[in-house]
């Protein structure tokens, strides 16, 4: 890792390299403590953004299993569902995979 472009900042949350560029927000060179609190604030909201997708598909893959095995919706009505609810998982899944590709990309960075 090249020590030269990053800013060692330890803050509360997050105890990891950071780029330059990326928390400079107004580009002048400087990183103060409120972009760097801007930054810690976007990476926390992107991670709880990740949770809540990842939560909910293992939520609607409980309520789909619950659902079939005890008959609460007939299937008739389920199979209406079912392409809906496979384009939900699909974009959460998106989601969840996009923070974890570019997290572990920006981390090699």
């Known amino acids: 890792m090249d ?13 990891r390299y950071r ?6 927000v107004n580009n002048d ?3 103060s403590d ?13 991670r709880h953004m990740a949770w809540v997708s990842l939560v909910s ?3 609607i893959a409980i ?4 659902v079939g095995v005890f008959g609460f919706i007939p ?16 974009a959460l899944s998106g989601i969840v995979g996009a ?3 570019f997290s572990s990309w920006l981390g090699r960075k």
């Open 34 to 46: 409120d972009e760097v609190d801007i930054f810690d604030r976007k990476q926390l909201a992107q």
């Open 63 to 66: 309520m789909l299993f619950v």
């Open 75 to 90: 299937d008739a009505r389920l199979a209406i569902i079912l392409g809906e609810i496979g384009m939900v998982v699909i």
């Open 3 to 15: 020590r030269d472009n990053y800013d060692r900042h330890t803050s509360i949350r997050s105890n």
């Open 57 to 59: 598909i293992i939520i």
């Open 29 to 31: 060179g400087i990183v």
């Open 99 to 101: 923070y974890m590709g």
């Open 19 to 24: 780029p330059k560029e990326e928390a400079d």
